[in-house]
């Protein structure tokens, strides 16, 4: 079943400006992830925070995790045009039958206007 | 990171006939293949957990008489769908693993898009 909840579920904004996107789930984690899907074509990796790491940078993201409140933050500065694309976080949870699976997120549709 | 190749990208059938979709790990040991399923505007739910040398695993929902999957090497997982109908379209990827990377990002293949007329 699905368990991660992001919003908000659409998100329009102009170049220049920042998007940030929200993950709540349910359960205990080894790792979060946070993926790319442009319109009908697959999965790109953006970034991976474990759970015992609060925050992380990549290029123009930064993501948070904060496991106490089951939920983490995609940040992405300066958005550009092509990051048009809808955004999921995935949650990894290393234990009982679950072993490795990712469990993903609603995910954000996030537009951003020339 | 690692390569999985995941064939064919797109695929039209029949209602009634059968569909096999390739899912391969070019350079690393996949000791278990993850497949997922995507409807249109909705998010990726797996479907069926597979580990080399044994039966997969499926997620409550899915029918295993309908969703074959056979993973019978460490590089290979095939997902078949069979006896397909128009409800059956939809994105279907992959992802392989072992024990060693299940802390580590996910290695997805580029998705199969099957539709079914």
């Known amino acids: 079943s699905q368990q991660g909840e992001e919003d908000p579920q659409a998100l329009s904004i102009q170049e220049g400006e920042n998007a940030t996107m929200n993950c709540s789930y349910k359960?205990?984690?080894?790792?979060l992830q946070w993926y790319r899907q442009n319109s009908g074509r697959g999965l790109v990796h953006l970034i991976l925070?474990?759970?015992?790491?609060r925050e992380k940078h990549s290029g123009r993201l930064r993501v948070t995790l904060d496991t106490s409140k089951k939920s983490s933050s995609l940040l992405i500065t300066a958005s550009r045009a092509a990051d048009t694309a809808s955004y999921f976080c995935?949650?990894?949870?290393?234990?009982?039958?679950?072993?490795?699976?990712?469990?993903f997120g609603q995910g954000t549709i996030l537009t951003v206007h020339p | 990171g690692a390569v999985v190749s995941q064939h064919p990208s797109w695929v039209i059938c029949k209602s009634g006939t059968s569909v096999k979709i390739e899912c391969r790990s070019l350079?690393?040991?996949?000791?278990?293949m993850f497949w997922y399923r995507q409807f249109p505007k909705q998010s990726l739910m797996l479907m069926a957990t597979?580990?080399?040398?044994?039966?997969?695993?499926?997620e409550q929902g899915v029918e295993k008489d309908k969703f074959l999957i056979n993973h019978a090497s460490l590089t290979l997982s095939t997902l078949t769908v069979t006896s397909a109908h128009p409800e059956d379209s939809s994105f279907y990827i992959c992802?392989?693993?072992?024990?060693?990377?299940?802390?580590?990002?996910?290695?997805f293949g580029q998705g199969t898009r099957l539709t079914v007329v």
């Open positions: 992802s392989a693993g072992n024990p060693g990377r299940m802390n580590t990002e996910a290695f």
């Open positions: 359960t205990s984690i080894n790792n």
């Open positions: 925070i474990r759970s015992n790491e």
């Open positions: 995935a949650t990894v949870y290393l234990g009982g039958t679950s072993y490795g699976k990712l469990t």
């Open positions: 350079d690393f040991q996949a000791t278990t």
């Open positions: 597979s580990n080399e040398g044994s039966k997969a695993t499926y």
